[in-house]
């Protein structure tokens, strides 16, 4: 079966970094698309970054040039290299991939930005 454990998050704070990790199974890595979301309390579920089966990368304009995703395929894992956090990019970071129609989820890590 499908399965997507995130870890790496934690309470950093604002400038510092973090760096998360995805170790997926269940499926053949190398052939999907990889998406990192996050949620933050009361607000609904948004996209973070994504790094498609070529390499190629889309990021949104709120974390540009902060955040990096990456990926080996050789451990079956993608990574969300986070620097210059700021608070509001706190939330549960979530990694997702979309196997045909059907969406898959971790359980999510808690990143908390705060002084």
């Known amino acids: 079966q499908v399965q997507l454990v995130e870890s790496g998050g934690g309470l950093v704070q604002p400038g510092g970094s973090l760096r998360l990790s995805c170790a997926a199974s269940?499926?053949?890595?190398?052939?999907?698309?990889m998406n990192w979301y996050r949620q933050a309390p009361g607000k609904e579920r948004e996209l973070v970054a994504a790094i498609h089966k070529g390499g190629s990368t889309n990021s949104a304009d709120s974390v540009k040039g902060r955040f990096t995703i990456s990926r080996d395929n050789a451990k079956n894992t993608v990574y969300l290299q986070m620097n210059s956090l700021k608070p509001e990019d706190t939330a549960v970071y979530y990694c997702n991939v979309y196997l045909g129609k059907e969406a898959y989820w971790g359980q999510g890590t808690q990143v908390t930005v705060s002084s």
């Open positions: 269940g499926f053949i890595f190398s052939l999907y698309s």
